[in-house]
């Protein structure tokens, strides 16, 4: 078993053979468009009606009164080939006009293999109908859990001035019990994207209940300390859990029996639900791979109870937010939470922030079926731009009636007060 390099081979389960080939190939054919479905479902189906074809030619020269084309032997015109094709086809998709068919015995002896092949062929041709049907089923099915959304491409930064006119500051400075004259702390940035609704002027066109999950990726390199300390804490926690014992005493539990096993299952999953931040190792025995770290953010606004138009998704970059570098974070803890005055420009924004990417889940119900739907979104670092916010889609139609303009969806416009990053195109 050894290997060139003193490694063993290991059988990879699961990958090979023809079973999972078939399941790869099952994969392939949901994930395919339907256009290559149908592409491939007729190539199919011709290759069949052609096989099968071929062995009702064979068989119809040696015993042409066997096959019957309009009650005349099979070839009577010197028309083999279609003759078979037509008797393969009629067979194979069941439709069984009744101009060709095989002899019965009362008609002609000796017909077994004409009628054996053309029971296989229409045994084949229904599994391969049902076949086809099923997995039709299956890619509507999914179109149909998928939810008619349509995310913004650009996620943007507002901060300082931005920020300001959105909570409605007027004053630029206030004043305490000593007649002291202050400025008004600085508000922290605000993350934020926006979804749209494309069926807002259809008959239940709403998603009911939704829920937004939006969790960053980090750069394993560059995350904060405080971030770290917490997944090393978190990591501790949960091998108590794997070890049976319970987090508040720390005293094992018994392994004896099969509910104590559950019991653990559902602690390790109500624990890691609650817990902001994952480090999560694709293979903790390469050293190639490092731990890919997400972390959760708090929305100001996750749910909505009835989704008909649009949605703003937004985030406060605070000194508890994942997204904040260690030393912004610093300077936000020392400047009593708020954001300091030494980084509030475009420039200073944009490096106090750090994430890979920002992965965005939608699902709720929908109104018109009832059941179920999912969408997702996935920002990069190079989506984000500071300094500016979107325009109103929002307008009033010809009766008055509140309307969406989703040629609008990706646009903006700098935020009020200016301070906007320069765009390159």
Known sequence: ????HGMYDVMSYGLKGPHNSFVNYLNWMFRASFLVFFIWGALVYYAGVMFFTGLIAIAGKFEPKCVLIGGEPHGHKGTQFSDAFTLSWTTFSTVGYGNASPALSDQQQDCGWITTICAVESLLGVLFSAFIGSILFGKLMRIQ???????????????????????????????????????????????????????????????????????????????????RGKISDTKSK??????????????????????????????????????????VEEDPTSKMIKPRIFSKLLLQ??????????????????DTSPLLTHQARMLVQKNGGHWPEALNNAAAVRKSIQFDQILVSLCGV???????????????????????????????????????????LNDIVEQEGGGGEPLTI
């Open 1 to 4: 078993f050894g290997g060139t």
């Open 145 to 227: 859990s998928q939810a008619q959304v349509l995310f913004s491409q650009p996620i943007l930064i507002q901060y300082g001035p931005g920020v300001e006119c959105d909570a409605n500051f007027v004053d630029k400075e206030e004043s305490n019990d000593d007649n002291e004259v202050r400025p008004i702390p600085i508000p922290c940035p605000v993350l934020e994207f926006r979804i749209a609704n494309p069926l807002f002027e259809e008959v239940g066109g709403e998603i009911m209940d939704s829920v937004i999950n939006v969790v960053a990726r980090l750069d394993p390199d560059a995350v904060d300390p405080e971030i």
């Open 238 to 279: 949960t091998e108590k859990v794997d070890n049976f014992e319970d987090l508040e005493s720390g005293i094992p539990r018994t392994h004896n029996s099969k509910k104590n096993a559950i019991e653990t299952s559902l602690s390790q999953a109500l624990f890691w639900k609650t817990q902001p931040h994952q480090a």
């Open 301 to 318: 606004a996750s749910e909505h109870p009835f989704f008909k138009r649009t949605w703003l998704v937004r985030h406060v970059i605070d």
């Open 366 to 408: 929908s109104n018109v079926s009832g059941s179920g739907v999912f969408n997702q979104k996935i920002y990069n670092s190079v989506d984000m731009i500071v300094g500016y916010q979107f325009v109103d889609i929002l307008y009033c139609g010809n009766f008055g009636e509140l309307k969406v303009d989703l040629d609008l």
